[in-house]
């Protein structure tokens, strides 16, 4: 059973997920409005994994007999002044979102709760995995540029890294 307080964390958590989908979805939109189809693939498909990792939470909360809820969801950004900040706000809302995974893993260890310490380890797992990919992307910016015929070529290895997945 859960604690009062690890319920109302994993429900901040799922919102944060919840969130995050949003924030890829909207980067998608985007991405195509500016006929980066790389990008919006890969931000699409990102969006969707988002909502995995929320739906993941969400089942975990309810299977130890407490409620899954979503809080309020604001709006994300839509817009952004190159690829290259894009990129930038994605890599920073995921190391964020590492930050409140580390906050959960503590509180769980603290509260020796350690049915959700096993079950966040995953999560521990994957953010890294998001920072290293995104940190990938924003290197592949760096080198490439921006200027002239670049942001075809960061679009081009975005949408390969879609492929390599």
């Known amino acids: 059973m859960l604690s009062k307080n690890m319920v109302k964390r ?10 995050s989908s949003n924030l890829y979805l909207q980067m998608s939109a985007w991405a195509d409005l500016k006929g980066l189809d790389g990008c919006h693939a890969f931000l ?12 993941k939470l969400f089942n975990y909360v309810n299977e130890t007999g407490a409620m899954a809820l979503i809080g309020e969801i604001k709006a994300p ?15 920073e809302h995921e190391c964020f979102i590492t930050g ?5 893993v503590a509180a769980a ?10 079950f966040l380890q995953w999560y521990v797992a994957e953010q890294h ?14 080198i490439i540029g921006e200027a002239g015929s670049g942001v075809f070529f960061i679009d081009r290895a975005v949408g390969e890294l879609l492929r390599q997945k």
């Open 77 to 91: 950004p839509s817009e952004y002044k190159s690829v290259g900040e894009l990129f930038q706000k994605v890599y």
């Open 44 to 55: 699409r498909a990102h969006a969707e994994e988002e909502m995995g990792h929320m739906h």
């Open 109 to 118: 260890f603290k509260e020796q709760d350690f049915s959700t310490f096993n």
């Open 10 to 19: 994993l429900n901040e958590h799922i919102t944060l997920e919840f969130y």
């Open 100 to 104: 409140k995974i580390n906050e959960l």
């Open 129 to 142: 995995e998001e920072e290293y990919l995104f940190q990938q992307v924003l290197d592949k910016i760096k």
